[in-house]
């Protein structure tokens, strides 16, 4: 019932940039939070970075510095601002969603995942 669409991945050389971003649609009622998270090749999925409700941020050790997340409301839109990049932010990155729809059931959504290629 709400769905999350990726776009912004894509092949970059260490040190580039990328802006990953991701659409909230359906029955939303609200969201408490929207976040990141990625999988490298024979790796568990890890957060990346998470931004809450009232807009405070958690971010991975290893990306803090470099990658900024935000979010607009009026769009149910989260955004990955991915500065600095480095060969080991290779991975698929995943959006997640969660809050209530108009039932006020809970819902916990991601999105299908978009390939990020850090790489000379």
């Known amino acids: 019932q709400v769905q999350l669409v990726e776009s912004g991945g894509g092949l970059v050389q260490p040190g580039g940039s990328l802006r990953l971003s991701c659409a909230a649609s359906?029955?939303?009622?609200?969201?408490?939070?929207m976040g990141w998270y990625r999988q490298a090749p024979g790796k568990q999925r890890e957060m990346v970075a998470r931004i809450l409700s009232g807009d405070n941020t958690n971010y991975a050790d290893s990306v803090k510095g470099r990658f900024t997340i935000s979010r607009d409301n009026t769009k149910n839109t989260v955004y990955l601002q991915m500065n600095s990049l480095k060969p080991e932010d290779t991975a698929v990155y995943y959006c997640n969603a969660y809050g209530q729809i108009y039932s006020l059931k809970p819902f916990d959504s991601w999105g299908q995942g978009t390939q990020v290629t850090v790489s000379s």
């Open positions: 359906g029955s939303i009622f609200s969201i408490a939070a």
